[in-house]
């Protein structure tokens, strides 16, 4: 399994660790998936729109997307469409 990240920061490497530990915490088993891609929603607006059209583009079953930091889950779902499936941790 690898792990994107989709961001503008330089500490990736901290923050994938505790997305990881977040999503095994809340039983969520990472063998399923060859790919993490990790989206937060605040950033450059640039960044954030790539993420989403690669969202959009790529539903692959064996890919887990995971939104972070999300301020509005309606505003989400009105650009992301009902593609997501609702799970908070």
Do not use: W
Not at 58 to 64: P, V
């Amino acid at each position: 399994m690898s792990i994107i990240l989709c961001n503008c920061s330089t500490e990736e490497k901290e923050y994938a660790e505790t997305v990881v530990t977040t999503l095994k915490k809340n039983d969520v088993n990472l063998t399923e998936y060859s790919h993490v891609v990790v989206i937060p929603n605040v950033g450059c607006g640039g960044c954030i729109s790539e993420a989403e059209h690669f969202f959009r583009e790529n539903k692959a079953q064996d890919i887990l997307f995971v939104f972070t930091k999300i301020s509005s889950e309606k505003s989400l779902r009105l650009r992301l469409g009902n593609m997501i499936n609702q799970k908070t941790f």
